[in-house]
Each structure stands twice: as C-alpha cells, then as structure tokens.
C-alpha cells in the first residue's frame, strides 16, 4: 500500500527524466568510490627489482640507484654504466637476501612506481603494502556509520557533497605521503569517504523515485567504468604520486552539480520543512512535464508518519534473533555477505597474482560484471531469489576453487589464459550472487526490522572487505592459496544458502513473531511468514498468538 508521499511522486513521476538526470549525477560519485577501492592494484603494485651478488665490490660506486642499469632476464649479469665506466656485475631478480631483508644496493627496474617503490615494501616489509589496504577498508566500515548518522541529521545533500570534498583533499594530500604509516592514515580517511558515499549515494535518490524503479538502484551506475576509467589512467600515468594528485582534482567538478541536486523532499519533510520539500516536488513535476500535485496532504502525511513512529515499538539488533529461524537465517546472510565482499574485493586485488597484463586484466574484470548485472534482474523473478542466489555463487566458488586444480597439475604456466578465464567466471558470479543477494536478503526479514537486518547483513560484507588484502596476502605462501580461499568461501556460502527460505511471489512478513527459542513444533516465523504460497495469508502478530503459550 503506497502512502501519501509516494502518491505525490506516483503522480509527478515515478522515475522521469529529471529523476533520471539526478541519479545518474549522484551516481557519478561511482567513480570516487571505485577510484579509492581499486587503487591499490595499481599504487601497490610490486615493480621488478634487482640486487647485485655479494661478491661484488662496489667501493667508489655509490648507491647504484644514481646508474642507469640494463637488465637481461632471468638472473645473470647486469651492466651499471658511470659516466665513464662500465661494470659487469653479477645480479639476482626479485631475491630477498638470506636473511629476507632488502639487499642494500637494490633498484627498480619497472616503468612505473607505487608506495612498494617509495618504502621498499618488498621482502620483510612485504606484509605493509596488504596492510595498508587493510587500513583503507576498515575505514569503509567507519565512514558508512558516520555517514549515516550525519545523512539523517543534517540532510543527504550536505553530508554527499562534504564527504566528496574531503575524499578530495585528503587523497589529494596523500599524494605527498612522506612515509607509509601517514599514507595508511590518510587512506584510512579516503576509504572512510568511500563508505559513506555508498551509503548515501544509494539513499538519496531512492528517496525522489517511485516503488517500482527502486530495483534499478545499485545494478545501474557507473561502477564498471569508474573501474575501466581506473585502468586507463593508470596506463598512462605511470608515477604513484601524480597518479592520485590527478584522481583526486577530477572529482572537484562534482561539486559543481550542488545547484542542480535537490535535497530529498522525503527527508525535508519529515524535519518540518515543508515549504522546501513542496518546491522540490514542484520541481520534479514541472521538470517531468507533469501537473504539480495537491501538496496540502504532504502536511497530513508527517503527522501521521510522526504518530505511527511515537506510537510504534522500538526494535534492536536482538530482535533478530528471536526464534531459531530468523537466527539461522541472519547467522547465514552475514556469512554470505561476508564472502560476496572478501571474494569480489580479493578478486580484484588479487589482479596482481594473474598472468598477463594487469591493466587489461583489470578492465576484464569489471566487463564481466555488466551482463550478469542485468541477467540477474531477470533470473530473480523467472528461476527466484534463492537459485539466482545460490547459483551464481555456486559458480564462483567451483571456478575460483578450480584455479588450484591446474597448479595441481602442474599446467599453471602452459594454461595462463585459463587461470585468467576461471578468475573472470569467478568474478562474474560473486558479482551476480551479490546483486540477487541485496533483493533477498532485504525481503527475508519483516517490515519492522528490515533496515536493522540489512543493514545487519552489510556490516558482515564490511568485515569481508577487511579481510580481503588479507586473503590476497595469502600468495605469499603459494598462488593458488587465495583462489583455495575463493573457492571454499563461495561454495560454503552456496551451501548455506540452500537454508535461506524463497522469498519471490510469496508474502513478506510484517510484524515479528513472539520469542520462540522454547517453543515445541515448527517455529512459526518459518510456518507463517515463508512456507505459504497463499498472497493472502495473514503474518501479523494474532497470528503467532496460538503458539504463545507452547511450553518448553
């Protein structure tokens, strides 16, 4: 049942061409976003080095790094040229010392830099460049509750355009970095901005559409190309440093849309600013070449929405957890999400452990996404939630997991571009199950609580965010061990995924059912809310009121 405000937007335009004009400049933060999560492909990758052999000399030479040095492949000899000298020198490739420690006449030799270069990040400090990712996404966790909590406070339109300006200035300012831990301080701050951007990003524009169109809100944007924009900027900027100077002065022209951007009506109005959240509806409805609507029942429509909060239950993180169901059902959506974000982030970080190239590589892996995005919309309705779910997970758990297989093998080096082709399958269907997952996940849980459940559900995929650079940091050990981790992961979850109930064409609960961990028989959130195909069946709380007094 629509109220009063979606009526307005109903009759000005669910999603018109204005709306259209304003979600795709909000969406534009896309590229802030990807810019920031995906940069430390590229600004963290390892570049070739060279250490000469112990037995050299290198009295009256200084550091080698003041010599232009040419490198044959594999190790052998390497010629340093002086101004007019030159040396045969015996050389070793990518070797740390016996003792794991940087040699102390070492010298890149790729065409490009990044912070592993600027710190010698190699070797025993190996472990600081994943840490420094780390960092970044731990600071998405940050930046999505602080976000949220100004978004609803000072408004959507403020807090957007804050946050984009520091995300600014501080990557901006992290280009002059003077060592790695007030780089991993400042990327902590950047990631942070990520985060809150994806949270109010994704608000703020549901707010101005009308029911129907909200599913397009998170498959569509412009995610895909902020990656391949990545990628190409990364080519031809081959310097860490002026790398991120020229990502982050970029995103300052999204400051000039504050004019064009309206605050969300739904959200002024519920602050007692009607005459602003009437004029945005005006706007909208002018814009959309529609009848501006009577606006006198927006007034009608706060106080009934004031009423119904002053008199409605406050719910907590606890009620989801009252009977064994809904338990097992959030304890499997965290670990699902959870690994949609350890898997897809691994996945794109681990870019650095694929054969071939890694900027190539990257646009792969973000082109893969863009069909399954929209085959997904279409299987969640024909096949359901829980196939599309299940399966597409199921698929990138067995391709990664099958990346092993070929090392087992020993064909790694002779099927390169299978190893290739299963990461992209991988990514493909991480990317496919994690879109199924935001339309069931929020459809298991009843109405009263279906902001705390997902919002439950994405702090798991936050904590999974963390965890991959740490996975990726796992090719220390061997290649294959962070697509092992892949593998379990996704198929783990498409096993625990079987244990979600279908949602699709079937009546969503409303209200929660009674604590119920002693009740005898089947547990009546499973019996009411998810086993009937009957439209009609009634989830509110009378229902559950013949099992109340069931004792233990």
Known sequence: MLDEFQKIIEEIGPFGRYQIAVYAVINLNDFITTWTLILPVFIGATPDWTCPAASNTFSGLGNSTEYDIQIESGNGNATYWTNDTRLLLNYSVNTCTQDG???????????????????????????????????????????????????DTFGRKPVFFLTVLVSCVVGFSSAFSVSWEMFAALRFVSGACAGGLLVVAYNWPMEMIGRKWRSVNGPIGFWQIGIFSLS???????????????????????????????????????????????????????????????????????????????????????????????????????????????????????VRNLPGDRYVNNILLAAVEIPVSLATICLNNRLGRRPTLVGFMLLAGLATFSVFFVELAG???ELETLTTALALVGKAGVSAAWYAGYLHTAE???????????????????????????????????????YIAFGVLGITSALLGLLLPETNNRPLPESLPPWGWCRKGRDPYEEVAMAHNDKDVDTSEAVYEKNRDIPC
């Not at 940087?102 to 790729?110: D, K, V």
């Not at 002018?286 to 009577?294: A, G, H, T």
Request: contains cysteine; charged residues 15%.
């Open 101 to 151: 420690e940087t040699c102390p006449a070492l010298h890149y030799t790729s065409d490009f830099t990044s912070v592993v270069s600027e710190w010698d990040l190699i070797c025993d400090r190996k472990y600081i460049n994943d840490l420094i990712t780390t960092v970044q996404m731990a600071g998405v966790i940050a930046g999505a509750f602080v976000d949220s909590q100004l978004a």
């Open 232 to 350: 190409l900027f990364a080519y031809y900027i081959r310097n860490w440093r002026h790398l991120l100077i020229t990502l982050n002065v970029i995103p300052l022209l999204l400051l000039g849309s504050w004019w064009f951007l309206p605050e969300s009506p739904r959200w002024l109005a519920m602050h007692d600013r009607l005459d602003e959240a009437k004029a945005v509806l005006s706007r909208i409805a002018i814009n959309n070449q529609k009848p501006v609507p009577d606006m006198s029942r927006l007034a009608k429509f706060v106080q009934d929405e004031k009423e119904k909060m002053a008199g409605q239950k406050r719910y907590s993180y606890w009620d989801l957890l009252r009977t064994p169901t809904m338990t097992k059902n959030i304890l499997v959506i965290m670990y699902i999400w959870f690994t949609f974000s350890a898997v897809y982030y691994g996945l794109s970080l681990n």
């Open 411 to 413: 064909k790694s080096s």
């Open 444 to 482: 298991i849980f009843p109405t009263v609580i279906r902001n705390i459940g997902s919002g439950t559900a994405a702090i798991g995929g936050r904590f999974g965010g963390v965890a991959a650079p740490q996975l990726v940091a796992l090719s220390s050990v061997s290649k294959m061990a962070p």
